[in-house]
């Protein structure tokens, strides 16, 4: 199964499970869009995923892990265990100091010299996930 067809699966089943139309969901893109996206006939953007994942009731982080799930077979658990390995690996180097990223609660301030800067939705530039099959 391509991760596009998993992304499809995946919003399909929890649109469904939270009872929402893709009309509930067109409020986020538009309802062809939508349809595109669970025909697995469109790619996400990672911020059509983080838009997404709000009207589901989920992170944006809950819908790719599932996604890649229902990909790769792997258990929820060792994606999340993977994740928590790689990010204890990239705190160690200083990786996380250097974003500006706390690993756990709380928050950092900020260790560089450099301020920190804000990007609003408008002004990031749209990043699309491209999955082959």
């Not at 989920?58 to 077979?73: K, N, R």
């Not at 928050?107 to 990007?119: D, F, T």
């Amino acid at each position: 199964m391509s991760l596009k067809t998993a992304f499809a699966a995946v919003l399909k089943v929890m649109r469904a499970a939270r009872g929402l139309s893709q009309k509930n969901l067109a409020e986020v893109s538009s309802r062809t869009y939508v349809s595109k996206l669970e025909r697995g006939q469109s790619s996400p953007t990672l911020e059509m995923i983080t838009a997404l994942s709000a009207p589901l009731g989920l992170s944006p982080l809950t819908l790719i892990t599932l996604t890649i799930g229902t990909e790769s077979g792997q258990s929820i658990r060792s994606l999340v265990g993977r994740v928590e390995d790689e990010l204890r690996q990239l705190a160690n180097a200083g990786v996380l100091i250097e974003l500006n990223i706390p690993i756990e609660g709380g928050s950092m301030k900020n260790r560089s010299s450099r301020p920190a800067i804000k990007l609003s939705a408008p002004d990031m530039p749209q990043t699309e996930f491209c999955f082959s099959d």
